[in-house]
């Protein structure tokens, strides 16, 4: 081989290791350009004072001081009904009337029955002051006098009530009372709701309810056509017992102010504030990224590195989220662009240039 053939060879060969360097060199760059993300937005995580709320769909009932459920007081057929469910009532109106004849009947009966017991009891006490009647006689008469006067008692008590009438003045809530129907005592015919004193009654999971507390504040708000707040309310009771079917724990609340009447049976939806805790660790919820069935947010570093991080979460509001553990104070991490982002990505914020070359692209998801 010349000299001439040998130093053509070499000069090819470097020629072609060059050229692999340099794709080799090229394509480095292309993956450390496609690693930065451009358009994203970072947020401090910061300690301040964090309520939690708790939104949920509430019905409006009466309240149970204020309700009265009527029934028959004895068994007896329904003769007439006075009112219909909605209906306004005033204390004393006439709701339901029972079959009047079997309890007039009851009251002649009765009293005749007492007016013989006082004659028997008046003679065996004559014949025992005497010396004529024994003892127990005077006796056996003056117990059967007792139990004819609380008979009589009674048959008086049932015909007043057989006409069922409102001791408050309200709304009729329920009406099961059927014309020519035979009324059983153990079953409500009417029942009657002061419209000025009404609850909130609304069914939370249980992880909620153990944060909630009597005298939290309720805020009542309108459905989809009624965006405005409609008044407001405090919780007054928080249930201990967690529903079988529902597996939920029921809230009673007080409503107090509103801006227009609310009706029994309503539907509006409500907004607690549950627990407010004066230094808690928080960040934007749009921070959060789902990683299983926990979350993780993206700290960026001093040169601008974004590294997953595992959270744990606490309570979370409209906007914001409680951090428990995994983060500190004044780091940084990224809100908008978090989901679907990579560990360990080069993060440009919004309006910042990512240098030449740089893929100029949010991450997937966004």
């Given amino acids: 081989m010349t000299m001439r053939t040998a130093f053509r060879g070499t000069l090819l060969l470097s020629l072609a290791l060059a050229a692999c ?9 292309g993956a450390t350009a496609a690693r930065i993300v451009t358009g994203a937005k970072t947020a401090l995580a910061v300690e301040q004072s964090f309520a939690e709320t708790i939104d949920a769909t509430a019905v409006v009932s009466g309240r149970p001081d204020r309700m009265a459920t009527l029934s028959a007081p004895a068994a007896a057929r329904v003769a007439a009904v006075h009112v219909v469910a909605g209906q306004h009532v005033n204390a004393g109106d006439a709701l339901v009337e029972l079959d009047q004849v079997a309890f007039r009947a009851a ?13 028997q009891q008046a003679r065996l006490q004559r014949l025992g002051d005497a010396g004529i009647a024994a003892r127990r006689d005077v006796e056996a008469g003056a117990a059967a006098l007792a139990s004819a006067r609380a008979a009589a008692q009674t048959a008086r008590r049932q015909a007043d009530l057989s006409i069922l009438r409102s001791p408050i003045s309200g709304v009729v809530t329920q009406v099961t009372a059927v014309l020519g129907a035979t009324a059983d005592p153990a079953q409500a015919l ?10 909130l009654v609304l069914s939370i999971p249980p992880a909620q309810s153990a944060i909630l507390r009597a005298g939290a504040r309720v805020e009542l708000l309108g459905g989809a056509r009624e ?16 529903d ?21 049976g309503e539907t509006v939806a409500v907004h607690i504030a549950a627990a407010v805790r004066p230094h808690a660790l928080v960040v934007p919820v749009e921070a959060l990224v ?10 960026a570093d001093a040169a601008g590195m974004a590294h997953a991080r595992a959270v744990d979460v606490g309570g979370r509001s409209d906007t914001m989220a409680e951090i428990l553990k995994g983060l500190s104070a004044g780091e940084r991490i990224v809100t908008y662009g978090a989901y679907g982002m990579d560990d360990s ?12 070359g740089a893929t100029r692209s949010a991450p997937a998801g966004q």
Wanted: charged share 20%; net charge neutral.
């Fill in 345 to 356: 990505v080069k993060v440009a914020p919004a309006g910042a240039s990512a240098g030449k």
């Fill in 227 to 242: 965006a405005t707040a409609l008044g407001e309310g405090t919780v007054t009771a928080v249930g201990g017992v967690v």
């Fill in 290 to 299: 789902p990683d299983g069935e926990s979350f993780k947010v993206f700290v």
């Fill in 21 to 29: 360097g340099g794709g080799a060199t090229d394509d480095a760059k």
């Fill in 107 to 119: 009251v002649d009966a009765t009293a005749a029955a007492l007016a013989a017991a006082e004659q």
């Fill in 190 to 199: 009417v029942q009657v709701a002061d419209g000025r004193a009404l609850d």
């Fill in 244 to 264: 079988s079917a529902t597996r939920a724990v029921v809230v009673r609340a007080a409503v107090q102010r509103t801006v227009r009447p609310l009706s029994i």
